[in-house]
């Protein structure tokens, strides 16, 4: 599956911003998906993960309770919702997709995101304070 991750832009402190993540090329409702980011010199870290269903939602720490994940598999689009951003927000994001991750064991950290089966080119958030 190819995916397209769109929606990036410059916004200040405390607004708000909704990623989509096209995918095309194979059936999306059998993949489940995920959002990731990477700063400059940071190393890429998990955002956020939705099942193929729209069920099994898990976020980091850093933005449970001001991003929302979801997805419409009619429209093979998956979304990533960013309210109250702030100047750490600021990063290239990335859409993944799967056919075997649990995103539990992502958050747990016992596994290695890096492998996941595909992932779309980024989408740069800005934040300015």
């Known amino acids: 599956v190819q995916l397209q991750a769109s929606g990036g832009g410059l916004v200040q402190a405390g607004g708000s911003l909704r990623l989509s993540c096209a995918a095309s090329?194979?059936?999306?409702?059998?993949?489940?998906m995920g959002w990731f980011r990477q700063a400059p010199g940071k190393e890429r870290e998990f955002v956020a993960g939705?099942?193929?269903?729209?069920?099994?939602?898990y976020y980091a720490d850093s933005v449970n309770g001001r991003f929302t994940i979801s997805r419409e598999n009619a429209k093979n689009t998956g979304y990533l919702q960013m309210n109250s951003l702030k100047p750490e927000d600021t990063a290239v994001y990335y859409c993944?997709?799967?056919?075997?991750?649990?995103?539990?064991?992502?958050?747990?950290?016992?596994?290695?995101?890096?492998?996941?089966?595909?992932w779309g080119k980024g989408t740069q958030v800005t934040v300015s304070s």
């Open positions: 939705i099942g193929r269903s729209g069920g099994g939602i």
């Open positions: 090329g194979r059936t999306f409702s059998n993949y489940a």
């Open positions: 993944a997709a799967d056919t075997r991750v649990s995103w539990s064991t992502v958050v747990r950290g016992t596994w290695d995101f890096h492998g996941l089966d595909y």
